[in-house]
């Protein structure tokens, strides 16, 4: 149990699992590019005790390896799993009363504690400008929270145990922001603070939001995790912890006796600002928009207080280490939500939310002599209208039969896919709808389209294991590489427009068809560096399924629609980059020449890091 981000700290330091840097780091790039060679190395968390700027010490890394993650939550991870648990599956408890006693009492004991209604004694006002203002990337649009812990109250019905505690990123400085006054609120509206502004707007009144940063680890875990009905963040929080989550009102808003710093405010109706850009976790910059504006009201800090900081980009980074914490506490809850599904793996390396693959039943057609995918269509689409998980492009879905399947073994799930799929018959698109709003693959801002892989049933072809000779010395498409078994990239010409793209396409297309048949390597990539997005699976994931728009981007040999019914013999997928596309995260070369010192010579981390 720690009663705060400084007896974490202290533990993890003695431990062994944190390094402390003395020398004075700037907070316009140099700690994120210190981070991220830290975190890529499996590196401590990083201490910087000398922020130029500003009197506070930031810490980053906490979460940067599962075993650091599991020693933070050491004395209350499976009381916890417990829990929720049985919020999943009720009937556990009523079926074994006395072995879940202890449960009971956990999540008793984790009820939100109200204290007097001032602000605590530890605490002090201060100024947004005060704080370590890290800009992560170098065309980041200013000084971004990267751990907020975002607090709202539903305006029908007020009180903590109504409230949504979300990470939803917070710009500091930079753009039109008036700086100490005002800062900028990223979310989309479907999100739990979306759904209070909505609320608020409808009544014609601000929403009081308040920004808790640090505290125990507990409550930044929390404030992303995917609960069940009628499970309060800020209860997950005290359960984490062993240690209810004490908050007061001060001047109507609710302040975190346990945060290391809060910021509170309104958001007024309809008043927004340009917020961006940010390099985000699909490893590109997410652009300028609109997004809400937050008039600043107070900032607080406690004594001692420490600022806790990630910074995201191409995946893997430190938010997989959230993830994978995530899908231990509440990896059953998906198959309680969703009848029929076994298995949801929200892939890393495409960035998590472009990509799903999955594993379900199928039971509607146990008499028919040719299985075909027909329940897994029912639980793709419960899959696509499920929290984040509605925000994914692509999902992969295979019936659960006589085989081991893992979908985190993501070249044996993919082949296993593509040995049995009909590719006439099992591939359906959702078009003109929504999907992530970092995503710039698609046609506008939180607009694209989906499309579902389903696949049970017998084996149907065996996947070439080499580039198939009809594949090579194709006019205008080079460089054929095998990604993995029944997957070829080729190098194509430079993406000008979508109108040039179809001739493109139809011309690769009808030259494939030509040749004959290609039946052993059904998905063929187009791409702007094949060697690149041949040199391993990480590449190939994060390439294909965050450039593509499947709608737009998809193709097909001898392709054909019948009532509706879009199908092929082979997939086509052009994942060459777009005009539209946001560019990819490039550190700043000068940068990361001023950060060596840290890690060569006599520097503190030369001898830290365990890669």
Same mark, same amino acid.
């Given at each position: 149990?720690?009663?705060? =981000? %400084?007896?974490?700290?202290?533990?993890?330091? @003695?431990?062994?699992?944190?390094?402390?840097i003395?020398?004075?780091v700037?907070?316009?790039?140099?700690m994120?590019?210190?981070?991220?060679?830290?975190?890529?190395a499996?590196?401590?968390a990083?201490?910087f005790?000398?922020?130029?700027?500003?009197?506070y010490?930031?810490?980053?890394?906490?979460?940067?390896?599962?075993e650091?993650?599991?020693?933070?939550?050491?004395?209350?991870?499976?009381?916890?799993?417990?829990?929720?648990?049985?919020?999943?599956?009720?009937?556990?408890?009523?079926?074994?009363?006395?072995?879940?006693?202890?449960?009971? /009492?956990?999540?008793?004991?984790?009820?939100?504690? @109200?204290?007097?209604?001032?602000l605590?004694?530890?605490?002090? !006002?201060?100024?947004?400008?005060?704080?370590?203002?890290?800009?992560?990337?170098?065309?980041?649009?200013?000084?971004?929270v990267?751990l907020?812990?975002?607090?709202?109250?539903?305006?029908?019905?007020?009180?903590?145990?109504?409230?949504?505690l979300?990470?939803?990123?917070?710009q500091?400085t930079?753009?039109?922001?008036?700086?100490?006054?005002?800062?900028?609120?990223?979310?989309?509206?479907?999100?739990?603070?979306?759904?209070?502004?909505?609320?608020?707007? @409808?009544?014609?009144?601000?929403?009081?939001?308040?920004?808790?940063?640090?505290g125990?680890?507990?409550?930044?875990?929390?404030?992303?995790?995917?609960?069940? %009905?009628?499970?309060?963040?800020?209860?997950?929080?005290?359960?984490?912890?062993?240690?209810?989550?004490q908050?007061?009102y001060?001047?109507?808003?609710?302040?975190?006796?346990?945060?290391?710093?809060?910021?509170?405010?309104?958001?007024?109706?309809?008043?927004?600002?340009?917020?961006?850009?940010?390099?985000?976790?699909?490893?590109?910059?997410?652009?300028?928009?609109?997004?809400?504006?937050?008039?600043?009201?107070?900032v607080?800090?406690?004594k001692?207080?420490?600022?806790p900081?990630?910074?995201?980009?191409?995946?893997?980074?430190?938010?997989?280490?959230?993830?994978d914490?995530?899908? !231990?506490l509440?990896?059953?809850?998906?198959?309680?939500?969703?009848?029929?599904?076994?298995?949801?793996?929200?892939?890393?390396?495409a960035?998590?939310h472009?990509?799903?693959?999955?594993?379900?039943s199928?039971?509607?057609?146990?008499?028919?002599?040719?299985?075909?995918?027909a329940?897994?269509?029912?639980?793709?689409?419960r899959? =696509?209208g499920t929290?984040?998980?509605?925000?994914?492009?692509y999902?992969?879905?295979?019936?659960?039969?006589?085989?081991?399947?893992?979908?985190?073994k993501?070249?044996?799930?993919?082949?296993?896919?593509?040995?049995?799929?009909?590719?006439?018959?099992?591939?359906?698109?959702?078009?003109?709808?929504?999907?992530?709003?970092?995503?710039?693959?698609?046609?506008?801002?939180n607009?694209?389209?989906?499309?579902?892989?389903?696949?049970?049933?017998?084996? #149907?072809?065996?996947?070439? *294991?080499?580039?198939?000779?009809? =594949?090579k010395?194709?006019?205008?498409?080079?460089?054929?590489?095998?990604v993995?078994?029944?997957?070829?990239?080729?190098?194509?010409?430079k993406? *000008?427009?979508?109108?040039?793209?179809?001739?493109?396409?139809? *011309?690769?297309?009808?030259?494939?068809?030509a #040749?004959?048949?290609?039946?052993?390597?059904?998905?063929?990539?187009?791409?702007?560096d094949?060697?690149?997005?041949?040199?391993?699976?990480s590449?190939?994931?994060?390439?294909?399924?965050?450039?593509?728009?499947?709608?737009?981007?998809?193709y097909?040999?001898?392709?054909?629609?019948?009532?509706?019914?879009?199908?092929?013999?082979?997939?086509?997928?052009?994942?060459? /980059?777009?005009?539209?596309?946001?560019?990819? =995260?490039i550190?700043?070369?000068?940068?990361e020449?001023?950060?060596?010192?840290?890690?060569?010579?006599?520097?503190? /981390?030369?001898?830290k890091?365990?890669?």
């Amino acid at each position: 149990m720690y009663r705060n =981000l %400084e007896e974490c700290i202290i533990d993890l330091e @003695k431990h062994g699992h944190l390094i402390r840097i003395k020398e004075e780091v700037d907070p316009h790039l140099e700690m994120a590019a210190i981070h991220l060679k830290v975190y890529e190395a499996g590196g401590p968390a990083i201490l910087f005790e000398n922020v130029k700027g500003s009197d506070y010490p930031a810490v980053s890394n906490l979460f940067g390896t599962m075993e650091r993650s599991k020693f933070i939550f050491k004395d209350t991870w499976e009381k916890t799993q417990s829990v929720i648990g049985l919020r999943n599956d009720p009937m556990k408890a009523l079926k074994s009363p006395f072995k879940h006693v202890s449960s009971g /009492l956990t999540g008793l004991k984790a009820l939100p504690s @109200k204290k007097s209604d001032k602000l605590p004694s530890h605490m002090e !006002e201060i100024k947004i400008s005060d704080l370590p203002l890290i800009k992560h990337w170098p065309d980041d649009g200013g000084a971004f929270v990267t751990l907020p812990q975002v607090y709202s109250e539903d305006p029908d019905k007020p009180g903590i145990m109504n409230a949504n505690l979300g990470m939803y990123r917070v710009q500091l400085t930079g753009n039109d922001y008036e700086v100490d006054k005002e800062v900028g609120l990223h979310y989309q509206i479907h999100r739990g603070i979306g759904v209070h502004q909505h609320k608020a707007v @409808k009544k014609g009144e601000p929403l009081k939001v308040s920004i808790f940063v640090g505290g125990p680890p507990s409550h930044t875990l929390a404030a992303v995790m995917p609960l069940p %009905e009628g499970l309060t963040e800020m209860t997950v929080a005290g359960m984490l912890n062993n240690r209810r989550f004490q908050y007061s009102y001060v001047d109507g808003y609710c302040i975190s006796h346990d945060a290391d710093f809060v910021i509170t405010g309104e958001i007024h109706p309809n008043e927004t600002k340009p917020e961006g850009p940010f390099g985000d976790h699909l490893g590109y910059y997410s652009l300028v928009h609109d997004f809400p504006l937050m008039r600043v009201h107070k900032v607080y800090a406690r004594k001692n207080a420490i600022w806790p900081f990630t910074v995201v980009g191409r995946p893997p980074q430190e938010d997989t280490s959230f993830g994978d914490l995530i899908h !231990e506490l509440t990896g059953g809850a998906i198959k309680q939500e969703i009848p029929g599904v076994k298995e949801v793996h929200a892939v890393d390396a495409a960035g998590v939310h472009p990509l799903l693959f999955a594993i379900g039943s199928e039971r509607y057609t146990p008499f028919q002599k040719v299985k075909q995918p027909a329940e897994l269509l029912t639980i793709a689409n419960r899959i =696509l209208g499920t929290g984040q998980l509605s925000l994914a492009k692509y999902l992969f879905i295979a019936a659960e039969e006589d085989v081991e399947l893992d979908t985190h073994k993501e070249a044996e799930f993919l082949a296993y896919i593509f040995e049995r799929m009909d590719f006439r018959r099992d591939i359906h698109f959702q078009t003109n709808t929504t999907i992530d709003t970092l995503d710039y693959s698609g046609t506008g801002l939180n607009t694209g389209s989906k499309v579902i892989f389903a696949a049970c049933g017998d084996k #149907k072809r065996e996947l070439c *294991t080499d580039v198939p000779g009809e =594949l090579k010395a194709l006019d205008n498409f080079g460089q054929a590489k095998l990604v993995m078994p029944g997957v070829v990239a080729l190098n194509g010409p430079k993406f *000008t427009s979508y109108e040039v793209a179809q001739e493109e396409m139809n *011309t690769l297309s009808n030259a494939i068809e030509a #040749k004959g048949e290609v039946t052993n390597c059904p998905i063929i990539i187009v791409a702007d560096d094949s060697e690149f997005l041949s040199a391993n699976m990480s590449n190939f994931l994060w390439a294909t399924f965050t450039r593509s728009n499947p709608s737009h981007d998809i193709y097909g040999v001898n392709s054909f629609y019948d009532n509706k019914h879009w199908g092929c013999d082979n997939v086509i997928i052009d994942v060459r /980059l777009k005009p539209h596309h946001a560019p990819p =995260l490039i550190p700043d070369q000068d940068v990361e020449k001023n950060i060596e010192k840290f890690f060569t010579g006599e520097g503190i /981390l030369k001898d830290k890091l365990n890669k």
